[in-house]
């Protein structure tokens, strides 16, 4: 009864977990492997077409920083190509109940609004950004959102799905806006953030005070110009362009340098050296002829790196940061239902979002799809594997997962593993009553074996006794398992009656107890408990079949 009502519940959970995780992820991933695909659309329309494939879609993923009213927190999000209606399908049937006015509608008309939210203002209504709040005061409100000029028919990349965990913990619903920053932001300001404490020209003084003594010495008066050595400047040239990052050509293809680690603002300045002394020369024989003033000019860009101003190079690499997007202001249009047991994207949006935020302008990770029978996945990955060839990964939902899998497939031997002590106490408390049968009965079995009985027979009793305890044990289990089960909502409520709540839905995200009963399993425990009530009472027989007749019945 305990193995049926725990296994059956668990299997209830397996499925849960399979349901929700088909639900929002893609059945089958195809991946490039050179990284990003940059002709998805056509990729999506042939992938479409492979025998047994629903529908195939273009997807982006990747973390965010969520801003919201009260809250600051990262979050993973998941962009789609928003036209599938394979995905959106899927998508509409995980929407959460708790939260009503959710829909999956990406692309809503005009005047429609998102979820609860009333209809988008205009632009010139939208108002500026509020500023930050002050230290320990409270946020301004989110500005509403502009309406987006795409001919007057679509919001094509304005709304977002959530996930009901993200939504429970910091207070979303329907119709409210959230903000999102990309997290290719902080790479950008890392990399500018990641410089020495000390000035290039401290760093590497060796190279800078050689080169600078080399201009002092070459560079020459000549008429209305200035001369140098042209070999001379030229190891002097090398100096600096060892510093920088650089291509070099070499006879396996052109090799491009790391260069020496310095802030931006001084590997610009000996780029711009290094820049005057190729642009500025004219050679003729074995001298070099530039303009006149040429050599207090290169002194003048030592002398700027050498009074760097640290802290202004600094702001400027911030404030000059190229690649930088632009925080995303969305909508919330739906909520979906996940748990943290088989938790999903916090965030599904439209590609194109997706896109910008990832820094991967028109072209995408992945290419998602949906076959007819999921369960089949990995023959048709393995098919699709053999027919796009080595330029592709090809992934099924139980490999992407597989460690998820992998968790529950561990639990689930554990806990029989556990519990199979259970019915093995059985076993031993039913040798322990045949053993003390037989010593009962020990002068009839005496008076038997006395009379002609046969070993065989003597043991034939008691397995036979053995296997009516084990069928009537199996058959009064499967009933109580079964009725447990069906009844396992009231059991629950009972249980929590005294404070205690095995399953709380907060952590499944489900209401009720789920439950699978999978007779194949059932089968094999009821076979398996009558096979040990056998050998539980074959031991106990084999000891009377054997016990020699005169010494019982010297008792009676």
């Known amino acids: 009864m305990v193995l049926i009502v725990v296994l059956s519940v668990h299997n209830g959970f397996e499925r849960n977990l399979k349901d929700t995780l088909l639900g929002h992820s893609p059945h089958i991933s195809v991946y490039s492997s050179y990284g990003t695909i940059p002709n998805w659309e056509e990729m999506e329309t042939s992938l479409a077409k492979e025998p047994g494939v629903e529908s195939a879609y273009a997807l982006v993923e990747g973390f965010v920083l969520l801003d919201t009213n009260?809250?600051?927190?990262?979050?993973?999000?998941?962009?789609?190509?928003?036209?599938?209606?394979?995905?959106?399908?899927?998508?509409?049937?995980?929407?959460d109940p708790d939260y009503p006015g959710s829909s999956v509608d990406f692309n809503p008309p005009l005047d429609a609004s998102a979820g609860a939210a009333p209809?988008?203002?205009p632009l010139e209504d939208a108002?500026?950004?509020?500023?930050?709040?002050?230290?320990?005061?409270?946020?301004?409100p989110l500005p509403d959102l502009p309406p987006i000029n795409d001919g007057g028919e679509l919001y094509s990349d304005r709304y977002v799905v959530v996930s009901s965990q993200l939504a429970d913990k910091i207070g979303l619903k329907p119709g409210d806006d959230i903000r999102v920053m990309a997290a290719s932001n902080f790479d950008s300001v890392?990399?500018?953030?990641?410089?020495?404490?000390?000035?290039?020209w401290e760093l590497y003084s060796d190279a800078f005070r050689r080169f600078e003594s080399e201009i002092k010495r070459l560079f020459q008066p000549k008429g209305d110009e200035e001369e140098s050595?042209?070999?001379?400047?030229?190891?002097?040239?090398r100096l600096l362009q060892d510093l920088v990052p650089t291509q070099i050509e070499k006879p396996e293809?052109?090799?491009?340098?790391?260069?020496?680690?310095?802030?931006?603002?001084?590997?610009?300045?000996?780029?711009?050296?290094?820049?005057?002394?190729?642009?500025?020369?004219?050679?003729e024989g074995e001298f070099d002829y530039?303009?006149?003033?040429?050599?207090?000019?290169?002194?003048?860009?030592?002398?700027?790196?050498?009074d760097l101003d640290m802290e202004k190079a600094d702001n400027e690499a911030f404030r000059n940061i190229k690649e930088f997007v632009v925080p995303k202001t969305l909508r919330i249009q739906g909520v979906y239902s996940d748990s943290e047991r088989s938790k999903g994207p916090d965030l599904f949006i439209p590609i194109t979002?997706?896109?910008?935020?990832?820094?991967?302008p028109g072209v995408v990770e992945s290419i998602g799809l949906r076959i007819d029978d999921p369960y089949h996945a990995e023959r048709h990955a393995a098919s699709l594997q053999a027919k796009l060839g080595d330029d592709w990964i090809v992934q099924s939902w139980m490999r992407t997962h597989a460690d998820r899998f992998q968790l529950v497939k561990t639990e689930k031997i554990m806990m029989s593993f556990a519990l199979s002590f259970i019915t093995l106490l059985s076993a031993f408390s039913i040798t322990a009553v045949m053993y003390t049968v037989t010593v009962q009965k020990r002068q009839e079995i005496g008076v038997m074996k006395a009379l002609g009985a046969r070993p065989s027979q003597i043991v034939r009793v008691f397995v036979y006794q053995g296997l009516i305890v084990g069928i009537g044990g199996v058959v009064f289990g499967l009933g109580l398992g079964l009725l447990a089960i069906r009844y396992r909502e009231g059991v629950m409520a009972v249980i929590r009656g005294f404070g205690v709540d095995p399953f709380p839905a907060e952590f499944h995200g489900m209401s009720e107890l789920p439950a699978e009963i999978v007779w194949g399993q059932l089968g094999v425990i009821c076979v398996v408990a009558v096979v040990l009530c056998l050998l539980a009472a074959l031991v106990p027989a084999l000891m009377a079949a054997f016990r020699d007749p005169a010494k019982s019945l010297r008792n009676l």
Do not use: C, H
């Open 190 to 200: 890392m990399e500018v953030y990641n410089v020495p404490n000390e000035r290039a």
């Open 70 to 95: 009260k809250w600051q927190r990262p979050a993973i999000f998941r962009a789609f190509n928003t036209n599938n209606q394979g995905q959106i399908d899927a998508l509409k049937e995980m929407l």
């Open 290 to 306: 530039f303009e006149a003033g040429s050599k207090d000019w290169i002194l003048g860009k030592l002398g700027e790196l050498r």
């Open 253 to 283: 293809g052109i090799v491009t340098t790391e260069g020496q680690a310095m802030r931006q603002a001084e590997r610009d300045l000996i780029f711009e050296i290094l820049g005057f002394l190729n642009q500025n020369v004219r050679r």
């Open 353 to 360: 979002i997706g896109m910008e935020l990832k820094g991967l």
């Open 119 to 121: 209809p988008l203002p």
């Open 229 to 237: 050595p042209s070999e001379d400047i030229l190891q002097a040239y």
């Open 127 to 140: 108002g500026d950004i509020p500023p930050p709040p002050p230290p320990g005061g409270s946020a301004a």
